[in-house]
Structures are given as structure tokens and as C-alpha cells.
């Protein structure tokens, strides 16, 4: 099969499209002929080595984390799902889903309800779901302000319109470009750059109740102290959630998003697709042919809400 994989750390240089071998599904894995691929900034992260230590990499290995696909075979030990299944998923360890065949973690992977596309499919696992997981741990109560950093992005698309569900009032930082997205998902658009804080407390002068954050460094530092305090905090733990700056959360006293990875949460989330109370961002889709362009998207050029490759 084809694979578009790295071959060691590093950057673009390391990646291109090769011949594998085709998969075989071992114990509790099911084997999916590749119909969506997303793309995601921690796929870059993997790929220069700045995961290594939290995720499994076995060269070469394909770059992506999440699938949307046709079951072709399952593993032993493997029950609800059969050969023709439609379904999205987590890939299993040490394997990665740009390819013409994937291996997905059975206990990781979801029915595709029909009506949902599969490159809509393909973005629940890493960038849906965990802006689900992350309100989840938040647990803010109906009425409350959000303030979502790089609320453009993936993460933070999914964030504004699935908050927005839960009664939630959401701010969401992002470029000018970005706003007809962030606005169309119901949030208010803050514009960012110089200034982007102020602006912040113009329209929560009682401050915010919790903030997801996808951008990281000085602006993360920054939403702290937007926080309404001491409400919100639980444990000594702030009510912050960031997946885009690991050290400087914990640091602050906030804390990365617990991602829980299950079937059950995929298909709830899946549902909600379904049921047209949520629609992923995907601005982009490139042939499995063209990886290159989705990552270089990704990596370079901020594109709005999801990217992902097809087959």
C-alpha cells in the first residue's frame, strides 16, 4: 500500500509518499480501508520529534492519529464491528493514518452515523473531541463566558460550537480572517494581536469562567489573568485547558486536557454531527497524493478549523 510517512525526526524533508506493507489487524485492532485522513498540528510534533517520549513512533511510519474509513478486518478479540462497517477512529500505537490502509484501536473507534461525512468523521477524534473532553473537565455552568484561544483552529472551532450547545457565552480570539468562522459558530469575535486582552475585558468586565487554549506561550500567560477569581477552581487547579503549551499550563496552574480516547465519547460526539446540532470545520481536503500540501497547510499557513487528506 502507500503510505505518505516519515522516515526519522525531523522536518518536511523526512516525509514523502512511500510503498509499505499492508497491515495485518492485531489483538483488539480493526484494519480500515482509508476513505478520510485529518491533519493536526501535534502530527507535525510527532514528526519533529517533539513527542517522542509520549508517542509511540515506529519507522517509517505514516504521519496522522485519525481516521475515517471502511472496516476491512478486525483483530482477535474484536467485537461490533465487521468487514463493510463504516467507521472513525484513534490509530493504534505506533502506526499513523495517511495511508491507503489503517490500523485503528478497536476500543478507539466509532460506527460513521450516515449523513456525516467522513472528512467531518475524520476530525472527532483528535481536534472535536478533544475540545469535548476539555468542557467536559471544565464543567461550566450554562451561562458562563469561555474565552477560547486560536479559536480559528481545529481545537478551537470545535470548542466555540460545541460550548456554544451547552448554553455557554463563548469569546473567541482569533485573526480577522477567521471571524465570519468563529461568529458562524456562534461565539463573539475577539480580534488578536496587540491589544486582543483589552479588548477581552471590554466584553467580560466581570471576567471569564474558563479558557481553552490552542496557541500557547504569552497569550496563554496573558488569559490568566482574565480569569473571574477564585470561581472556577477546583482543587487549587485552575480553569484552564491548553493543547498547545504543555509546560507553561502546569506552570500557570492549569493543566492540559485529559483526552479519553473511547468509543462511547467518539459516538456521542458523532451524534451530535448527526443530529445537525454541530458541524465540523473542514476547509480543506487534498488527495492522499498531495499529503504534502495538507501538511504544509497545517504547518505553515493557520488554515481555518480542519484539513484533511482523502483517498
Request: aromatic content about 4%; charged content about 15%.
Amino acid at each position: 500500500m502507500h503510505a505518505f510517512a516519515f522516515t526519522d525526526y525531523g522536518g518536511p524533508e523526512v516525509t514523502r509518499l512511500i510503498r509499505v506493507e499492508d497491515p495485518v489487524p492485531a489483538v483488539g485492532q480493526v484494519l480500515i480501508r482509508l476513505h478520510a485522513s485529518g491533519v493536526n498540528p501535534a502530527d507535525i510534533k510527532v514528526r519533529s520529534g517533539l513527542r517522542q517520549g509520549r508517542i509511540p513512533v515506529r519507522f517509517p511510519m505514516a504521519m496522522g492519529r485519525e481516521a475515517a474509513g471502511q472496516v476491512v478486518d478486525v483483530g482477535p478479540g474484536v467485537t461490533g464491528f465487521a468487514a463493510g462497517d463504516e467507521v472513525f477512529g484513534s490509530t493504534a500505537t505506533g502506526t499513523g493514518s495517511m495511508a491507503e490502509l489503517v490500523l485503528l484501536e478497536a476500543a478507539a473507534t466509532a460506527h460513521r452515523p450516515s449523513g456525516v461525512p467522513a472528512e467531518q468523521a475524520a476530525s472527532i477524534p483528535v481536534s472535536v473531541a478533544t475540545a469535548y473532553d476539555g468542557l467536559d473537565e471544565l464543567e461550566l455552568a450554562a451561562g458562563s463566558t469561555l474565552l477560547v484561544l486560536g479559536a480559528g483552529g481545529g481545537v478551537g472551532t470545535a470548542a466555540c460550537g460545541l460550548a456554544r450547545l451547552r448554553g455557554l457565552r463563548v469569546l473567541g480570539v482569533a485573526s480577522e480572517s477567521k471571524r465570519p468562522a468563529v461568529q458562524g459558530l456562534g461565539a463573539v469575535h475577539v480580534p488578536k494581536g496587540e491589544g486582543w486582552a483589552g479588548r477581552v475585558r471590554a466584553l467580560a468586565p466581570e471576567g471569564v469562567a474558563g479558557v481553552i487554549d490552542a496557541v500557547g506561550g504569552d497569550v496563554l500567560r496573558a488569559s490568566t489573568g482574565l480569569l473571574r477569581a477564585p470561581e472556577g477552581s477546583r482543587a487549587g487547579v485552575l480553569p484552564v485547558r491548553s493543547v498547545a503549551d504543555f509546560g507553561l499550563v502546569a506552570e500557570l496552574g492549569g493543566q492540559t486536557i485529559g483526552r479519553r480516547r473511547t468509543t462511547e465519547v467518539f459516538a456521542r460526539v458523532a451524534g451530535l454531527v448527526a443530529a445537525g446540532h454541530f458541524t465540523p470545520v473542514v476547509s480543506a481536503a487534498h488527495p492522499l497524493a498531495e499529503a504534502q500540501k495538507a501538511v504544509a497547510a497545517v504547518e505553515h499557513h493557520s488554515p481555518v478549523g480542519n484539513v484533511v487528506v482523502t483517498a
